[in-house]
């Protein structure tokens, strides 16, 4: 659920700024609150308040069970791992306001990639004002992350370099397409059996 900061966050009464932009454990944006009112809504569901994105103004931080959520990053990092060998990574690029049309385009590219066995770098490109608000970036990752749970994981987790915002995932087992059998070989053995009707 969600994604978090690349370094390991900072957590409840750790986060020292006054006030936050707030995400709800359901992932509706709650806007800026202050911390006191930010830690007791995770409080009262017994969940986390954990800053996902610390160099923002203010602060974005969002209620999660962070426990569960790195236990299930660690197994599916894990098994993504398995019986990987000589992968190539792509990079696909967005646009902190880009439109739905655009949107599911970039992401047919990015399963294409995923399905042929690639890593894919997600860059979210910030311009001029939009710096000020990183949580539009966040939410497009996020909602990528969600799209794609049931054939990749997050390998590297959201970071801010420079003017943009970047996140590496990878395809889960399973989900790699096999390569078939080459055209060549297929015709080599239609070649072979024209020949033995002759023979014959």
């Given at each position: 659920?969600?994604?978090?900061?690349?370094?390991?966050?900072?957590?409840?009464?750790?986060?020292k700024a006054r006030e936050?932009?707030?995400?709800?454990?359901?992932?509706?944006?709650?806007?800026?609150?202050?911390?006191?009112?930010?830690?007791?809504?995770?409080?009262?569901?017994?969940?986390?308040?954990?800053?996902?994105?610390?160099?923002?103004?203010?602060?974005?931080?969002?209620?999660?069970?962070?426990?569960?959520?790195?236990?299930?990053?660690?197994?599916?990092?894990?098994?993504?791992?398995?019986?990987?060998?000589?992968?190539?990574?792509?990079?696909?690029?967005?646009?902190?306001?880009?439109?739905?049309?655009?949107?599911?385009?970039?992401?047919?590219?990015?399963?294409?990639?995923?399905?042929?066995?690639?890593?894919?770098?997600?860059?979210?490109?910030?311009?001029?004002?939009?710096?000020a608000h990183p949580e539009?970036?966040?939410?497009?990752?996020?909602?990528?992350?969600?799209?794609?749970?049931?054939?990749?994981?997050?390998?590297?987790?959201?970071?801010?370099?420079?003017?943009?915002?970047?996140?590496?995932?990878?395809?889960?087992?399973?989900?790699?397409?096999?390569?078939?059998?080459?055209?060549?070989?297929?015709?080599?053995?239609?070649?072979?059996?024209?020949?033995?009707?002759?023979?014959?």
């Amino acid at each position: 659920m969600g994604t978090i900061a690349a370094q390991e966050p900072r957590l409840n009464e750790e986060i020292k700024a006054r006030e936050v932009r707030l995400i709800s454990y359901s992932g509706e944006q709650m806007g800026i609150s202050s911390i006191a009112a930010a830690q007791h809504m995770a409080d009262e569901e017994g969940l986390d308040l954990v800053e996902i994105a610390p160099g923002a103004q203010p602060p974005v931080c969002r209620v999660m069970d962070y426990g569960k959520f790195k236990y299930d990053q660690a197994i599916k990092a894990k098994q993504a791992r398995k019986n990987q060998s000589k992968i190539e990574t792509k990079e696909m690029k967005f646009r902190p306001k880009i439109d739905v049309g655009d949107y599911d385009t970039k992401k047919k590219h990015v399963l294409r990639f995923l399905s042929t066995g690639s890593k894919v770098k997600i860059t979210i490109m910030f311009r001029g004002r939009e710096m000020a608000h990183p949580e539009q970036g966040l939410s497009i990752l996020e909602r990528l992350s969600d799209d794609l749970k049931d054939v990749a994981v997050i390998e590297s987790q959201p970071k801010m370099e420079g003017r943009n915002m970047h996140m590496l995932i990878a395809p889960l087992p399973g989900t790699v397409k096999k390569k078939s059998p080459s055209a060549k070989g297929s015709r080599k053995g239609s070649s072979r059996k024209s020949e033995e009707k002759k023979e014959r």
